[in-house]
């Protein structure tokens, strides 16, 4: 799975530390999502979509096994 949450983050002119206060996570969880080595709980999921005004199947992309 990847998202989209590093380019939502940098068009809104967001610093990690200011996405991580805004979702009330730390700083090192929006590093483990940007870099893929964190997938977020369903919580988590609902709680980005809700901040960027998206769905979450627009900011976590599922690719399809072939």
Do not use: W
């Not at 996405?19 to 870099?35: G, H, K, N, P, Y």
């Amino acid at each position: 799975m990847t998202n989209r949450i590093a380019q939502l983050r940098k068009e809104r002119q967001l610093s990690q530390a200011e996405l991580a206060d805004a979702l009330e996570v730390t700083r090192q969880t929006i590093i483990s999502l940007e870099s893929g080595r964190y997938n977020a709980s369903l919580l988590l999921a609902h709680k980005i979509a809700r901040y960027f005004g998206r769905s979450i199947e627009e900011i976590f992309l599922f690719e399809e096994e072939c």
